[in-house]
């Protein structure tokens, strides 16, 4: 049986968050049907389904902060596991997407928390993640055997190199953001930890889509790939910018609310305790006062708009909207 846990192949550990470890064994039960020929009941194949909709909704309201995920795994996977006469093909498919994610996600929180150390070396466990998935995928498990990262990641560029003619683009890119676990600057509290932490996780939508990219020219369909990398590069986008305009200083409400209406938050109505809550589940505890004048701004902005009974809703797509301030 292939090994499966990710977290423990690098002597570097971040923190662990309080839902992690549960996740994990949803992810690991997603790679046994995947991988290990772990064949399930009809029932336990509801439950793991039950399971899998739980992570994607902690994923998604606690990190992400909308559900876009949610509906893309659920449209492209969970939904064709219902029909499909090839179940582990899905299974493969949905593992190999999905993986990602969970260290992705815990590096996107560590850097917006100002967290830099662990949010680098995240990243390098995402990169440790994806060079496992793709031996796995390829058939070429004598990769893993490999100790040193740098060495798993050379054998498999020379492996892929003849069916994937820019491979080494993918793989450059996944050994200098695992380099950069061990150097003094992601340690740092200082511009040095925040730019690296910016250098790494700003590389991570690239090198998602390139490996995606990969998977799909050794033979694996990817139905999601563009909705998937979208999501990355949305929420990278919208974190770098705000973690670099107010280096040294506290968050402040309004640049949280407009990360959350760049995230589509606002495109259906929200209350003003809804938007509170909201933000307390992202560990912002704004005063209610502070929330209120932020809101105000943003509709004096024409971000959004003040409806009836204090209920605030988007005035325009986020995309539209830049579109037209640009």
């Known amino acids: ?28 039960k997603i790679y046994d049907v995947a991988w290990n020929n772990v064949v399930l009941s009809n029932k336990d194949e509801r439950v793991l389904l039950n399971e899998i909709k739980w992570v994607l909704n902690i994923w998604g309201k ?56 662990d949010s680098v070396i995240r990243c390098g466990l995402v990169c440790e993640r994806l060079v496992k998935r793709l031996a796995i995928a390829d058939k070429r498990y004598e990769v893993l055997e490999i100790p040193k990262f740098e060495d798993k990641v050379n054998k498999l560029m020379s492996i892929l190199s003849d069916r994937v003619s820019d491979v080494h683009f993918l793989m450059s890119r996944m050994k200098y953001i695992y380099s950069q676990r061990s150097k003094r600057g992601a340690h740092d509290t200082g511009a040095a930890g925040i730019l690296i932490a910016k250098a790494c996780i700003s590389e991570i939508p690239i090198t998602y889509m390139e490996y995606l990219e ?77 929330l209120h004048k932020a809101l105000d701004n943003l509709c004096k902005k024409k971000i959004l708009t003040k409806q009836n009974r204090g209920i605030y809703v988007q005035r325009m797509p986020p995309e539209k909207y830049f579109q037209k301030e640009i």
């Open 214 to 290: 990969t998977l799909e020219k050794i033979g694996y369909k990817i139905r999601a790939k563009n909705e998937l990398i979208e999501i990355v590069n949305d929420t990278v986008k919208v974190g770098t910018t705000m973690i670099i305009t107010h280096e040294g200083e506290p968050a402040k409400p309004e640049s949280v609310l407009l990360s959350m209406y760049q995230q589509n938050y606002f495109a259906q109505p929200r209350t003003f305790s809804e938007v509170d809550y909201a933000l307390k589940n992202q560990r912002y505890n704004f005063p209610k006062s502070s």
């Open 1 to 28: 049986m292939l090994g499966r846990s990710d977290l423990n192949c690098s002597t570097d550990k971040p923190k662990k968050y309080p839902d992690e470890d549960e996740i994990e064994k949803v992810l690991d």
């Open 62 to 117: 606690q990190y992400i902060g909308n559900d876009r995920l949610t509906h893309i795994i659920n449209d492209y996977y969970l939904d064709l596991l219902q029909i499909s006469k090839d179940k582990i093909e899905v299974y493969r498919e949905l593992d190999l997407v999905i993986c990602f994610f969970q260290h992705y996600i815990y590096a996107f929180e560590e850097f917006m928390t100002r967290e830099f150390r």
